[in-house]
């Protein structure tokens, strides 16, 4: 469910194609994205081509969600407490990339296996390094 509610902070529900018809979105103290990498590189770039330089927060509802995977988020039930209670939420930057000065991309993966092979990748790399097993690789 996309559909967030806070009790102690106002929460606007917006659809990613009314994202355009938003004049404040400058000044929300966070944007949560729900949905998939798809759904965040597409805000992100209208975020970025708007100038609009609002915290992001990713609730992965999305397929794969390798980008929320790879930089090791906390859980959005977390986030979402920790909200709730005004407590402090690490900001984790991301670096953000442009082809040909319009389309902003934030990593590189292909559709289906390329985006399990990374997140598999990922997934055993900071497995192994918390192991045993690290000494065999």
């Known amino acids: 469910n996309s559909h967030i509610e806070l ?3 106002s929460v606007i529900n917006i659809n990613e194609s009314e994202l355009k018809y938003q004049k404040e979105l ?3 103290e966070y944007i949560i994205i729900s949905g998939g990498d798809g759904r965040v590189r597409r805000v992100a770039q209208f975020l970025y081509k708007n ?3 609002t915290k992001i927060i990713i609730n992965p509802l999305g397929t794969t969600n390798v980008l929320f995977h790879s930089l090791r988020w906390q859980n959005i039930k977390i986030i979402l407490n920790k909200l709730e209670n005004n407590e402090f ?3 984790k930057p991301k670096d953000v990339f442009l082809i040909n000065n319009r ?3 934030i990593f590189s993966a ?3 296996l390329d ?3 990374i997140y598999l990748s990922e997934f055993f790399r900071v497995f192994f390094n918390k192991s045993k097993f690290r ?3």
Do not use: D, R
């Open 51 to 53: 100038s609009i330089s």
């Open 115 to 117: 985006a399990l092979y």
């Open 103 to 105: 389309h902003l991309f």
């Open 110 to 112: 292909g559709n289906s």
């Open 7 to 9: 009790k102690n902070h």
């Open 135 to 137: 000494y065999i690789f």
């Open 89 to 91: 939420l690490e900001v």
């Open 26 to 28: 400058n000044s929300y």
